[in-house]
């Protein structure tokens, strides 16, 4: 089985572990939906007051009810942690850090290029890297693709696989799990899914 075919079957199977790389106000809605599906999720995020009072079963987004973070805790199903080698566990993870604007307009990147340096640290083969921020369109190419090839030596598209798929999350909405989602990625179309 090839290394896509084995990723696609951990997805089928809910398998796959999931790691969700800030747990903000897109992240931890985000965590619950994997974990309300099955999956075991992880979200790692190196504020520890965040991580503190996730750890005694309290929400602190407003979405989400601590009710839901408890139960989900609890269960074993989802966990966070502040320590990025966690990652080197994952099947998946999703980036939802902050790219607030300059005066000038443009995004901030400094949290999704430190991110990135953290991840790849810990990308390996059978890893999928999704970019949930909002940014400047040529991120995943410009930004994203060097960032988590250029030391590890792993190839887009058969080692690891890396896709932009922009939150667009409505606070307040409690649909979640019914939006249509735009998914960019740098390789040919594998699968497709509603
Ligand atoms: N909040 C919304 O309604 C909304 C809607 C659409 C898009 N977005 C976009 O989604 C992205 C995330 O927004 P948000 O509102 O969740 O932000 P947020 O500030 O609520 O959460 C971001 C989290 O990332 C963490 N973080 C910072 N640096 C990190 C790093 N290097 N590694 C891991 N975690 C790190 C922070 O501690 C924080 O918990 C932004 O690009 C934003 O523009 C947000």
Request: charged fraction near 25%.
């Amino acid at each position: 089985m090839s290394t896509k075919e084995t990723l696609i079957k951990k997805f089928q199977d809910k398998s796959a572990k999931i790691g969700i790389l800030g747990m903000g106000y897109v992240g931890m809605p985000l965590a619950v939906v994997f974990a309300e599906a099955g999956f075991n999720v992880l979200g790692i995020d190196p504020d520890q007051r965040k991580t503190d009072t996730f750890n005694k079963n309290i929400s602190y987004i407003q979405d989400v009810p601590t009710e839901t973070v408890a139960r989900l805790h609890k269960g074993g199903k989802l966990n966070m942690t502040t320590d990025f080698a966690a990652l080197g566990d994952m099947d998946a993870v999703s980036i939802c850090v902050p790219t607030p604007l300059r005066q000038t307009g443009d995004p901030d990147m400094s949290f999704i290029n430190s991110a990135l340096e953290q991840l790849a640290k810990y990308v390996h083969k059978g890893m999928v890297v999704v970019l949930e921020s909002t940014t400047y369109p040529g991120t995943t190419r410009e930004l994203m693709l060097p960032k988590l090839t250029e030391h590890s030596g792993l190839k887009i598209g058969e080692d690891i696989f890396i896709c932009f798929s922009p939150e667009r999350v409505d606070p307040g909405r409690q649909d979640r799990r019914n939006y249509s989602r735009v998914c960019g990625g740098c390789t040919s179309l594998v699968c497709r899914c509603h």
